[in-house]
């Protein structure tokens, strides 16, 4: 037995190198088995980052990913120019929507149609980017597209609703149909 403050003695050789444990096999008669000479390897080797079944997916992603993000691109650019001409855009909504009156907000829908329009094509650029980085990261990415588009599409909406909800006409449909 060992004293108190002592390391406890080893049993079965639990703390002895290879070659104390091979000298006391020696000293035995035993003969030891013979050990194959490797190279330490801290870490067990890891698997290839992607197989020949994977390959298919990751081209799949990417073309999801392109094609949501060139949907995207013709959605923006299509719609600045809507939002640019705010009162024509609001008189439109308002016909769609069955306020029957003319939109008179004209100078809080410049302004947040503009910033509507700001608002689609950063968030667009934004996305692309996010896209982008997750792809050469060879993550997968298809989810990105989507995510940028309803995140914008609700901020779009919100700077929309400021000058439509700020016009006397559109307050009064909604008060009287509320």
């Known amino acids: 037995m060992?004293?108190?403050g002592e390391q406890p003695r080893p049993q079965y050789g639990e703390y002895a190198t290879p070659e104390e444990q091979r000298a006391r096999i020696e000293q035995s008669g035993a003969?030891?088995?013979?050990?194959p000479e490797q190279p330490y390897?801290?870490?067990p080797p890891t698997a290839p980052a992607t197989t020949a079944a994977a390959q298919p997916t990751r081209r799949a992603d990417r073309i999801i990913t392109f094609a949501l993000l060139a949907y995207g691109l013709f959605t923006v650019v299509?719609?600045?120019?809507?939002?640019?001409?705010?009162?024509?855009?609001?008189?439109?909504?308002?016909?769609v929507a069955g306020v029957d009156a003319e939109f008179t907000n004209h100078s809080g829908g410049v302004l947040w149609g503009r910033i509507g329009a700001i608002v689609f094509a950063v968030g667009w650029?934004?996305?692309?980017?996010?896209?982008?980085a997750s792809l050469s990261r060879r993550r997968v990415s298809w989810w990105i597209p989507l995510?940028?588009?309803?995140?914008?599409?609700?901020?779009?909406s919100v700077?929309?609703?400021?000058?439509?909800?700020?016009d006397p006409a559109v307050a009064e449909h909604f008060a009287i149909a509320g």
């Open 125 to 132: 650029l934004l996305t692309a980017i996010a896209s982008w």
């Open 41 to 43: 390897v801290p870490h």
């Open 31 to 35: 003969t030891p088995p013979p050990v």
């Open 78 to 95: 299509s719609a600045i120019p809507q939002l640019l001409d705010f009162t024509s855009f609001a008189q439109t909504w308002m016909e």
């Open 147 to 156: 995510v940028g588009a309803i995140v914008t599409f609700i901020i779009v």
């Open 159 to 166: 700077c929309l609703a400021v000058p439509l909800l700020g």
């Open 2 to 4: 060992s004293t108190p």
